[in-house]
């Protein structure tokens, strides 16, 4: 690339940034292609090494990576990023339309539950929470409080993932409707309660646990086993486990869920 060209470049990232969302690695990219994304741009300081990656563990998205990824001096790269990924890629997306997520979160019937983050305050959690979503076949993710879910550390935690689920900010009473489920420690044992596909499923935050109003809200407290003297679960954790006990789609055979539905 000439120097003008690399001049060129930076301008239209600085141009794309304030309203993107940052992909910030290889597997960010590969995930938000994967799932639809609008990719913008993309830079890297060894294409090559990107197109091998590409080859060996995204082949489906090989071509479209091939296509958008620019090379530019790791000079550049590195004023352009807060940090540069291991793998020496970042790319620039369009955000989800705020009202097609909201509508994806309220449709009912739903086929799987909506994962409620109340007022967490850790974005890495909220990063990993989304990719569990993602992988369980969750309907989406929303987070209440200040805390924007697609803050680059979010996005960055998720590896992309936000594409493949609605995650949205919302308050605390614009909720999507369905039967709220709120983990608690003096709720119910959750292995004792089975969960509708079409549950909100609401977690406090790591530091302070469910709100009040919204615990005041819960069809039903629920309560992950835990041996005594220990206090918590991280958030991630306490998501995971309950969406392996609802048991959804990425968990049964095709019987499985013809029985289901």
Partial sequence: MSDDD?????????ETLPDAVLLDGFHALKHALR?????????????GAVLALADDLAGDVRERVQDLVREVPAATLRELLPRVHPTR???????????????????????????????PRNLGNVGAVVRLAAGFGATGVVTTGDMDPWHPNAVRAGAGLHYATAV?????????????YVLDPEGKDIRSVSLPDDALIAFGSERH?????????????????????VSSYNLATSV???L???????????SDAEARH
Avoid: C, Y
């Fill in 240 to 242: 995971a486990m309950t």
């Fill in 168 to 180: 949205e900010h919302l308050p605390a009473d614009g909720l999507p409707p369905g039967p709220l």
């Fill in 35 to 47: 799932f639809g994304a609008e990719v913008q741009m993309a830079l890297s300081s060894d294409k």
């Fill in 209 to 229: 646990g469910i709100s009040p109003e919204l615990r005041d809200q819960a069809t039903e407290l629920l309560a992950l086993p835990m041996r005594p003297q």
């Fill in 6 to 14: 690399t001049i060129e470049t930076v301008r239209r990232w600085q």
């Fill in 89 to 119: 890629v970042a790319a620039l997306a369009t955000r989800p339309s705020r009202a097609l997520n909201v509508s994806t979160l309220e449709r009912l019937p739903r086929t799987s539950p909506v994962v409620v983050l109340d007022n």
């Fill in 244 to 254: 392996f006990h609802w048991g959804g789609p990425a968990l049964q055979t095709p």
